[in-house]
């Protein structure tokens, strides 16, 4: 394999958490009188900041968002992670292939990923490499999370390859100058059209196009 590490996204690409997430988000909007298109939450949400998702809600709600919305929030998909919360199909038979260093880096606070890693038996994979946005404050499309991961990790740019499903963290590694392939879903499959990157849509093989 070229790639001393992989860096993957967490969302979407080791847990499939966007479903509770983005659920979540539209019965949350009804409370506050904004009703979201589910397919169009999932689409357009997809990679972003919770800050983002809440802005977009409270520019069509006719009032400011509670104080405790973002309490609220996290406690519903906290729950709902802890029951719920799958790993992809795949991921576990890809890492144990995987011999090079893994890591992690999430739009998520650092609680968030490491109970959806712990709730899929992912977290001892990545115990130590994990990397959050909030420990920052940069969240993608900036490169710099991708940035901070690669140099906590101890290689170059050049030496890493990023794995991501949206199309705000497919920007952020390409703005960072990193290798990145692009995991393919129901969701996005249309985001990367003008993309020039690797897509695949079978996570159990991706070892094998890192060659």
């Excluded at 479903?19 to 999932?42: E, H, P, Q, R």
């Excluded at 990790?153 to 990023?162: A, E």
């Excluded at 990145?180 to 996005?188: I, Q």
Aim: proline share 4%; with cysteine; aromatic share 10%.
């Amino acid at each position: 394999m070229k790639y001393k590490c992989i860096i993957f996204d967490c969302d979407g690409v080791l847990v499939d958490s966007e479903t509770i997430s983005n659920k979540t988000l539209v019965d949350m909007a009804k409370t506050v009188g904004v009703t979201l298109d589910y397919d169009f939450v999932m689409t357009h949400f997809l990679g972003k900041s919770l800050q983002y998702c809440f802005d977009y809600i409270e520019h069509l709600a006719p009032q400011k968002l509670p104080d405790t919305f973002e309490t609220e929030f996290r406690e519903r998909t906290f729950e709902a992670f802890r029951t719920q919360m799958q790993p992809i199909p795949g991921v576990h038979e890809l890492l144990s292939k995987i011999k090079i260093d893994v890591a992690v880096a999430s739009n998520g606070p650092a609680e968030k990923i490491r109970l959806n890693l712990t709730t899929t038996n992912l977290i001892d994979r990545f115990e130590g490499n994990i990397f959050s946005a909030y420990d920052i404050n940069s969240w993608k499309p900036n490169p710099e999370l991708y940035l901070h991961a690669a140099k906590s990790m101890g290689y170059d740019v050049k030496d890493c390859v990023v794995i991501e499903d949206s199309l705000a963290g497919v920007q952020a590694a390409l703005a960072g100058g990193f290798s990145v392939f692009g995991y393919r879903n129901p969701h996005n499959k249309d985001l990367f059209k003008e993309i020039n990157i690797p897509l695949f849509d079978d996570m159990s093989i991706l070892d094998r196009l890192l060659v």
